[in-house]
């Protein structure tokens, strides 16, 4: 499977942006589609999941009731809307899938088999 990430850029601090990953294609290995990111110095972190068995959806605690993950089955593609964005946001966010993941590892790197390309995420203060 091969990811596509776009819709990062430069924003002011309170301000949104929507992030969208397109799969190439829908298997079982898109059953759980993700996003994490990287800031310069620190390690790879979780931001948030989303399986298509059951339509759980995970958030790490920095993000949840700002960002919205969401799936279009149809289109093999998923989003990421982040509102109220914080400097802290500032990242390289990669979109990430994977077969069924359970709920225990759904927030590790290690059980998605995928990967996109990365898109720069800037917030300025």
């Known amino acids: 499977v091969q990811l596509q990430a776009s819709g990062g850029g430069a924003v002011q601090a309170g301000g949104s942006l929507r992030l969208s990953c397109a799969a190439s294609e829908r298997t079982y290995s898109t059953i759980t589609m993700g996003w994490f990111r990287q800031s310069p110095g620190k390690e790879r972190e979780f931001v948030a999941a989303f399986r298509r068995t059951g339509g759980n959806t995970w958030y790490a605690d920095s993000v949840k009731g700002r960002f919205t993950i969401s799936r279009d089955n149809d289109k093999n593609t998923m989003h990421l809307q982040m509102n109220r964005l914080k400097p802290e946001d500032t990242a390289v966010y990669y979109c990430?899938?994977?077969?069924?993941?359970?709920?225990?590892?759904?927030?590790?790197?290690?059980?998605?088999?995928?990967w996109g390309q990365g898109t720069q995420v800037t917030v300025s203060s």
């Open positions: 990430a899938s994977g077969p069924h993941i359970i709920n225990t590892a759904v927030r590790s790197a290690d059980g998605y088999t995928s």
